[in-house]
């Protein structure tokens, strides 16, 4: 069984340009997660989607990122324009059913560095 | 505020000595409890989970962690590090009022020394 995947493994943009992340989850897994980690500090949650809807967005920056989930598939990120405080790494991770204590699958997670 | 801490950020530990990290947590109930693990160049592998009945979890790679109500904690042991063992080590959260959502602690860096 193939585990989530994330494109690109890095990527270095220069300050107000745009970059767009990949993930695809473990096939058949509703629930799928994008998280961050800025340099330094703990992983932080950004939001959860149920299929294709968003199930929670709490922990999303600000509206510079856009996540969208096609057909309730792979998920895209999208930073627009990307500020320096963007960097990090960003972890997507997936799920079968939204229980108490359902494990989530991570991906190797995308590292961005915004100059 | 709810909270997980991992109060170590550095262990240092020679190989086949024990390992213990730390990780205590601060909710209102108590919550499902995960550690993961990064090895480097890889994504967070989950190493063991805690939500309910026995309080020492085994998990895999000969890892255990035992979840104590009364001191908010659920630390991660073995008995003997092997140099692959060298990873960073997370302590998650799933809150339950929020169940999609996991709490992460800050990480612990595990070198290990021949």
């Known amino acids: 069984e193939a585990g989530v995947t994330q494109f690109p493994s890095h990527s270095v943009i220069e300050k107000g340009q745009t970059v767009t992340l990949r993930c695809d989850p473990i096939?058949?897994?509703?629930?799928l997660y994008w998280y961050r980690r800025v340099m330094g500090k703990e992983i932080k949650f950004l939001l959860h989607?149920?299929?294709?809807?968003?199930?929670?967005e709490s922990g999303m920056p600000n509206n510079r990122f856009l996540a969208e989930r096609t057909g309730g598939t792979y998920s895209t990120l999208k930073v627009q324009p990307a500020e320096l405080e963007d960097s990090g790494v960003y972890f997507c991770?997936?799920?079968?059913?939204?229980?108490?204590?359902?494990?989530?699958?991570f991906g190797p997670g995308t590292r961005l560095l915004v100059l | 505020a709810q909270s997980v801490t991992q109060p170590d950020i550095h262990i240092t530990v020679s190989e086949g000595a024990s390992l213990e990290l730390r990780c205590n947590y601060s909710?209102?109930?108590?919550?499902?409890l995960f550690w993961y693990v990064q090895s480097p160049g890889q994504g967070l592998q989950l190493l063991l989970k805690?939500?309910?009945?026995?309080?020492l979890v085994q998990g895999i790679k000969g890892f255990e962690a035992e979840f104590k109500r009364s001191q908010s904690s659920f630390n991660l042991r073995k008995p003997s590090v092997h140099w692959s063992d060298a990873a960073e080590y997370f302590c998650?959260?799933?809150?339950?009022?929020?169940?999609?959502?996991?709490?992460f602690g800050a990480g612990t860096q595990v070198v290990v020394t021949p």
């Open positions: 991770a997936s799920s079968t059913t939204l229980a108490g204590g359902e494990t989530q699958y």
């Open positions: 096939s058949g897994h509703d629930n």
């Open positions: 989607f149920v299929k294709e809807s968003k199930q929670d």
């Open positions: 909710y209102g109930a108590t919550p499902y």
């Open positions: 805690y939500f309910s009945g026995d309080t």
């Open positions: 998650a959260v799933g809150i339950t009022d929020s169940w999609g959502k996991f709490q």
